[in-house]
């Protein structure tokens, strides 16, 4: 009898902690949707790649470079290499993980207008409003910024 209790304690304890991951997911999975930042210039629409999530661009209010009438180039890229890739398409997040509590960090943004990339840390604040903060080594010497969602996640 005792075996038989200590089995479904165990069986008990294995779906508890199932569920709790399946739900941390779920919850992780807020972030997918396409997003403005608060300057209005571009969209970004977030997936999930595996376990982590990605950023893109994937509008722009200025498509296309004035001088030129081609589409915006990455010219502040400090690879050389990538000074030849358009801004629409290009994946300005990486690499983040949801930590829980609204919270996904460990990853990275890329700041076109400078060719910069920073740490970063994503809250969820509402249903549709994030706050990106991008920093240098201390998120308190860093940059925030309010995004709001356009779609959902889909």
Same mark, same amino acid.
């Given at each position: 009898?005792?075996?038989?209790?200590?089995?479904?304690?165990?069986? =008990?304890?294995?779906?508890?902690?199932?569920?709790?991951?399946?739900?941390? =997911?779920?919850?992780?999975?807020? *972030?997918?949707?396409?997003?403005?930042?608060?300057?209005?210039?571009?969209?970004?629409?977030?997936?999930?790649?595996?376990?982590?999530?990605?950023?893109?661009?994937?509008?722009?209010?200025?498509?296309?470079?004035?001088?030129?009438?081609?589409?915006?180039?990455?010219?502040?890229?400090?690879?050389?290499?990538?000074?030849? =890739?358009?801004?629409?398409?290009?994946?300005?997040?990486?690499?983040?993980?949801?930590?829980?509590?609204?919270?996904?960090?460990?990853?990275?943004?890329?700041?076109?207008?400078?060719?910069?990339?920073?740490?970063?840390?994503?809250?969820?604040?509402?249903?549709?409003? *994030?706050?990106?903060?991008?920093?240098?080594?201390?998120?308190?010497?860093?940059?925030?910024?309010?995004?709001?969602?356009?779609?959902?996640?889909?």
């Amino acid at each position: 009898m005792k075996k038989l209790i200590i089995f479904l304690l165990t069986i =008990a304890a294995l779906y508890i902690t199932e569920s709790v991951q399946a739900q941390d =997911a779920k919850d992780g999975d807020a *972030l997918i949707g396409i997003w403005e930042p608060s300057h209005g210039k571009a969209r970004i629409k977030i997936d999930k790649i595996a376990d982590k999530y990605y950023g893109r661009i994937v509008w722009l209010k200025e498509p296309n470079d004035p001088e030129t009438g081609e589409p915006k180039l990455d010219k502040n890229n400090p690879d050389e290499s990538m000074h030849s =890739a358009p801004f629409r398409g290009y994946r300005m997040l990486k690499d983040f993980q949801y930590m829980g509590d609204g919270e996904w960090a460990e990853g990275t943004i890329y700041d076109p207008e400078n060719g910069s990339t920073y740490s970063c840390v994503i809250k969820l604040e509402d249903e549709n409003t *994030l706050d990106i903060r991008g920093y240098i080594g201390v998120k308190t010497f860093g940059r925030s910024d309010v995004w709001k969602r356009l779609i959902l996640k889909k």
